[in-house]
């Protein structure tokens, strides 16, 4: 298997620290509002990496943690007139509505920043022990980035030559710029901790560093995020670690790429901001699970209409496939899909090339089916089987198609009736009134599809 290290820049096999174990590490969400289509990214583009890690024989222990103590937290507490733990609490159920709701699996571990003071207190203190950090007079605890020889390197930044072209906010109590804050002391009604430098509360970077070591160790497999983490955030996560455990902190860094919506980048000033939530009450959830798998999760994706209605369309044709099949065991199929599926897979999880030749088997369903319904129907059930390992295909076909999230138009029992009325004019020959009622079904995305069998009908996407 080979995956593509941030790091590096480059592909390369992948090998385990522990055979057939892998410990994975990706940062999770602050907890302040409802998750937007950019975690809805990060969400399912490592649950399928998870996914079909097990699936190929690992023990993956997956570690996403939860911050639950920032200043966009405490700023939106005091906004609303409510404490910062009740805020955390809300959200932090929705968000596992949200990711229940896309089909994401729960990590194995889900560690919470103020679950781990100690160990966050401890690490400044090593890091301030070691003079790789040091304390301030206002009680902040400041990180030295120049004594860490090798800062830049995941983001492939020179310190001096961001020291020369920067502007950087001033700050009499740091001793260079660029020095990052491991501890800041608490301003009056904030939420804070006791620690040797005086109530404060923990920086974001060191967060990350402390949990990942207590829940991983001092060095683990893969290190993963959103496309905006690697500078400054992991950039410094590896500072803080390596100079505070004398290791290297990460093996493979992983990083999703960025979501766009209508070809420009998405933010709330260009009003082009949607959560997860508002997205999956127009569309279908798992026809917005397909949508963020159909690309390499490394690539920059585009949110619009048309991509929800190619997934739609595209998750529309596995299902017609799979339509009308009994439920059989595969046996021994004689073909190589399994082996070409898991050939694209284990090419940094190249889910484009994996779900081409999920579309082949498909279409081979489609080709056979009327001539051989148990062929067709063992073939099905591997092609359910390896969609599972996407996180798709795992709805009865018949549901699927005629249902939907912001589905308007006539209900199942009206569409059903109108079909019957169509059957019967067909009988009387009465072709007009036949193909008015079709016509009519259509103009409001009902499909009818005609079959020996009978008439069965979908919802077009």
């Known amino acids: 298997m080979q995956i593509y290290n941030s790091l590096t820049r480059e592909k390369a096999p992948f ?16 907890v302040y509002d409802y998750c ?7 969400l399912v583009a490592f649950d399928v990496i998870t996914r079909y890690l097990r699936a190929a024989g690992y023990d993956v222990h997956y570690v996403r943690n939860i911050t639950d103590v920032d200043d966009k937290i405490i700023k939106r507490a005091n906004e609303n007139g409510e404490s910062c733990d009740s805020l955390t609490a809300r959200f932090i159920d929705a968000m596992h509505e949200d990711e229940a709701r896309l089909g994401v699996l729960p990590p194995s571990e889900e560690p919470r920043a103020t ?5 966050i207190i401890e690490m400044v203190q090593t890091l301030i022990d070691k003079g790789y950090a040091y304390a301030a007079d206002n009680g902040d605890v ?12 995941l983001s492939n930044r020179n310190l001096e030559e961001m020291q020369a072209g920067a502007r950087v906010e001033v700050n009499d109590q740091k001793e260079n710029p660029f020095d990052f804050v491991l501890w800041k002391a608490a301003k009056p009604g904030e939420v804070s901790w006791p620690s040797p430098w005086g109530e404060g509360r923990p920086g974001w970077h060191i967060e990350c560093s402390a949990m ?24 410094n996560e590896i500072a803080q670690s390596e100079a505070a455990n004398g290791k290297p902190f990460v093996n493979t860094w992983m990083h999703a790429g960025a979501v766009r ?27 917005v699970r397909y949508f963020l798998t159909m690309g390499h999760y490394r690539s920059q994706i585009d949110y619009s209409e048309e991509s929800l209605k190619e997934a739609r369309g595209a998750l529309d044709r596995f299902y017609h496939a799979l339509r009308g099949l009994p439920e059989v065991e595969e046996g021994e199929l004689g073909n190589d899909v399994e082996q070409r599926f898991h050939a694209a897979m284990a090419d940094d999880f190249n889910t484009a090339g994996a779900l081409a030749v999920l579309f082949e088997q498909a279409r081979e369903i489609n080709r056979i089916k009327a001539e051989d319904v148990t062929g067709a129907a063992r073939l099905a059930a591997q092609l359910k089987r390896l969609g599972g390992i996407l996180g798709l295909l795992q709805q ?11 589905q308007d138009g006539p209900q199942a029992e009206e569409i059903e009736a109108l079909i019957v009325q169509r059957a019967e004019a067909k009988k009387a020959r009465d072709f007009a009134t036949a193909d008015r009622i079709r016509d009519e079904l259509k103009a409001q995305r009902i499909i009818l599809d005609d079959s020996r069998e009978g008439t069965t009908w979908r919802r077009e996407g």
Do not use: W
């Open 115 to 119: 679950a781990h003071m100690g160990q």
């Open 212 to 235: 990942s070591k207590c829940c991983l160790g001092e060095t683990f497999d893969i290190h993963g995020g959103g496309p905006d983490l690697p500078f400054p955030h992991h950039e």
């Open 396 to 406: 009865d076909p018949d549901a699927y198609l005629k249902g939907g999230a912001g």
């Open 261 to 287: 919506v209508n070809k420009e980048k998405m933010s709330k000033s260009l009003g082009n901001f949607f959560t997860i939530r508002e997205i999956l009450d127009k569309y279908d959830a798992e026809v």
């Open 15 to 30: 090998n385990p620290i522990e055979p057939g174990k892998i410990r994975m590490y990706v940062c999770g969400m602050t």
């Open 36 to 42: 937007h289509l950019g975690h809805a990214r990060v």
């Open 142 to 153: 400041y990180y030295r980035v120049a004594k860490f020889e090798g800062y830049g390197k």
